[in-house]
């Protein structure tokens, strides 16, 4: 099969969220016979997603909640039966029930994307940093629960698993064995078209006595947040002074810990919590910042460590396998581990005086951005992931 002959549906959970994930959807669109994009949220208007290529569909009136994956696979199994499609794309499994019943479109490849992996992310991490009736009690840690049993459904049920990562693969397969075969890897894309690369960007340094740190996302243990505090702490006591913005709150089920620890550090003057915000703010923030925190021990490949580099913004990060393929070979993020944040002090203090590192750390960042994860140079992984998907069936 040619690509021009393929035909696509892929579903997203919404679309404010996915506005760089659809801006890819409508790269491939331009590159295969037909795309259409099902939505359970219509939450933003339609005409700011910019699809020209792509058919967009969504149910009218509100989606409830709880039921989103439901409607999803029904809309779903309405469109393969009005018009045939050669691949039926999901995102974190919110087509299982369409998927249950594939044995109805013999025709169709079914393929889902995974950004992390519920299974080992419970027994890995959740298990041993909460206490067991937190998983009761709170709804974010309820839903961690939950994704167990449904993701390993979704994955013995897709025909193909794209990861984000290659070396996610191992993470997949400690609680759950997948065939290599069936475990694809695709990497994360950004839309340069929203996150401008300016000339300038992140190239010159305003001269300042103290470091800034811009964090997104929801403060959490996950995200590596407490290491993020001892360094803060060891800055306070070495008489450097580091500011951390925080955009996004922090997360329910680590409020009451991360309250308790800002204050025995003493470190409410030095941290500013922002609600969550718009594109225009973020691009002023990563322009007013030194560096972007993100030591995620948990996500796929983070988008927002994209944007960041993107923008020219350095990046301190986690050697976590969805980060580490951004930058193999550590040309240009600041990698580091819980434990680390003496060294990761004095690194920082040393590229704050001579700002020529970042500099250079700022241009190869965008550089590589530019060149592997564009919208265009993933969609090409894409189109000819679904082109080789479909010849095997030929």
Same mark, same amino acid.
């Given at each position: 099969m040619n690509?021009?002959?393929i035909r &696509?549906? /892929?579903y997203?959970p919404?679309l404010s969220s996915?506005?760089d994930?659809?801006a890819?959807?409508?790269?491939?669109a331009?590159?295969?016979? =037909?795309?259409?994009?099902?939505?359970?949220?219509?939450?933003?208007?339609p005409? @700011?997603?910019? &699809?020209s290529?792509t058919?967009?569909v969504f149910?009218e009136g509100?989606?409830? !909640?709880?039921?989103?994956?439901?409607q999803a696979?029904?809309?779903a #199994? =309405?469109?393969?039966k009005?018009?045939?499609? $050669?691949?039926?794309?999901d995102?974190?499994?919110?087509?299982?029930?369409l998927?249950?019943? #594939?044995?109805?479109?013999?025709?169709t490849?079914?393929?889902?994307?995974?950004?992390?992996?519920?299974?080992?992310?419970?027994?890995?991490?959740?298990?041993?940093?909460?206490?067991?009736h937190? /998983?009761f009690?709170?709804?974010?840690?309820?839903?961690?629960?939950?994704?167990?049993?449904?993701?390993y459904l979704?994955?013995?049920?897709?025909d193909?698993?794209?990861l984000?990562? @290659?070396?996610?693969? %191992?993470?997949?397969?400690?609680?759950?064995?997948?065939?290599?075969? #069936?475990?694809?890897w695709i990497?994360?894309?950004?839309d340069? %078209?929203?996150?401008?690369?300016? *000339?300038?960007a992140?190239?010159?340094?305003?001269?300042?006595?103290?470091? =800034?740190?811009?964090?997104?996302g929801?403060? *959490?243990?996950?995200?590596?947040?407490?290491?993020?505090?001892?360094?803060?702490?060891?800055?306070?006591?070495?008489?450097c002074?580091?500011?951390l913005?925080?955009?996004?709150?922090?997360?329910?089920?680590?409020?009451e810990?991360?309250?308790?620890?800002?204050?025995?550090l003493?470190?409410?003057?030095?941290?500013?919590f922002?609600?969550?915000? $718009?594109?225009t !703010?973020?691009v002023r923030?990563?322009?007013?910042?030194?560096?972007?925190?993100?030591a995620?021990?948990?996500e796929?490949s983070?988008r927002?460590?994209?944007e960041?580099?993107?923008?020219g913004?350095?990046?301190i990060?986690?050697?976590?396998?969805?980060?580490?393929?951004?930058?193999?070979?550590?040309?240009?993020i600041? /990698?580091?581990e819980?434990g680390e @944040? @003496?060294?990761?002090?004095?690194?920082?203090?040393?590229e704050q005086?001579?700002?020529?590192? !970042?500099?250079?750390?700022s241009r =190869?960042g965008?550089?590589e951005?530019g060149h592997?994860f *564009?919208?265009e140079?993933?969609a090409s992984?894409?189109?000819?992931?679904?082109t080789?998907?479909?010849?095997l069936?030929?």
């Amino acid at each position: 099969m040619n690509p021009n002959d393929i035909r &696509l549906l /892929f579903y997203l959970p919404n679309l404010s969220s996915y506005l760089d994930r659809a801006a890819l959807i409508e790269t491939v669109a331009g590159r295969i016979g =037909k795309t259409v994009l099902l939505t359970s949220k219509m939450d933003i208007d339609p005409d @700011e997603a910019k &699809l020209s290529k792509t058919r967009l569909v969504f149910p009218e009136g509100n989606t409830k !909640r709880g039921n989103a994956m439901f409607q999803a696979s029904r809309m779903a #199994k =309405k469109l393969l039966k009005d018009e045939p499609f $050669d691949v039926v794309h999901d995102t974190f499994g919110h087509l299982l029930p369409l998927f249950l019943g #594939k044995s109805r479109f013999p025709n169709t490849r079914f393929v889902t994307s995974l950004h992390n992996f519920a299974a080992w992310d419970f027994h890995e991490f959740h298990w041993r940093h909460y206490s067991w009736h937190r /998983f009761f009690s709170n709804p974010d840690l309820r839903q961690c629960v939950l994704r167990v049993p449904l993701q390993y459904l979704i994955c013995r049920t897709a025909d193909r698993i794209v990861l984000q990562a @290659e070396d996610l693969k %191992s993470r997949l397969n400690v609680y759950q064995q997948v065939p290599d075969e #069936k475990v694809h890897w695709i990497p994360n894309n950004i839309d340069l %078209s929203v996150w401008p690369q300016p *000339s300038g960007a992140g190239q010159t340094y305003e001269q300042r006595d103290h470091i =800034k740190l811009l964090f997104i996302g929801g403060v *959490s243990m996950a995200k590596g947040c407490d290491s993020l505090l001892e360094l803060l702490s060891l800055a306070r006591t070495r008489g450097c002074r580091i500011e951390l913005t925080a955009v996004g709150g922090t997360a329910s089920a680590d409020r009451e810990h991360f309250d308790r620890k800002i204050r025995d550090l003493e470190l409410k003057p030095f941290i500013h919590f922002m609600p969550r915000t $718009d594109r225009t !703010r973020l691009v002023r923030l990563f322009h007013e910042h030194d560096w972007l925190y993100h030591a995620s021990l948990l996500e796929g490949s983070p988008r927002v460590v994209l944007e960041a580099l993107a923008m020219g913004l350095p990046v301190i990060a986690s050697r976590h396998p969805g980060i580490r393929v951004l930058d193999p070979e550590e040309r240009f993020i600041l /990698f580091t581990e819980a434990g680390e @944040e @003496e060294h990761l002090l004095e690194q920082l203090i040393r590229e704050q005086t001579g700002p020529d590192h !970042r500099v250079l750390r700022s241009r =190869k960042g965008q550089e590589e951005v530019g060149h592997r994860f *564009s919208s265009e140079a993933v969609a090409s992984q894409y189109v000819d992931f679904y082109t080789r998907l479909c010849r095997l069936e030929d």
